[in-house]
């Protein structure tokens, strides 16, 4: 007999296959604070304040460990973005974040 559900485990596994690592997610986020001003410099205030935003809202349930580890992940990987426009650092936080899956 076929099945016409699919199975619960192997739904729950496409889910979470198919979703950004939370390091992903706080760039995107951080990339999404940066794109509320597109055409102002870049700035390292800027910068520091999405980032926070972004973890705030992204990993503020997560245990700590988790939090800590996926800051990690992000920080490694963060572009150079100064001397451009907010919009610029947004699709260049973006591009680093699908890397990171």
Do not use: F, H, K, N
């Not at 950004?20 to 597109?38: C, G, H």
């Amino acid at each position: 007999m076929e099945r016409t559900q699919p199975d619960p485990v192997d739904e729950g596994l496409r889910v979470l296959l198919t979703q950004p690592t939370y390091a992903a997610q706080v760039l995107i986020v951080a990339a999404r604070m940066l794109t509320m001003d597109p055409d102002a410099p870049m700035s390292g205030r800027a910068g520091a304040m999405a980032m926070e935003i972004a973890t705030d809202t992204v990993l503020a349930t997560l245990p700590e460990a988790v939090r800590e580890d996926s800051i990690g992940r992000a920080r490694r990987v963060l572009p150079d973005l100064s001397g451009i426009t907010r919009s610029e650092a947004a699709l260049r936080l973006r591009a680093v974040a699908q890397e990171l899956g």
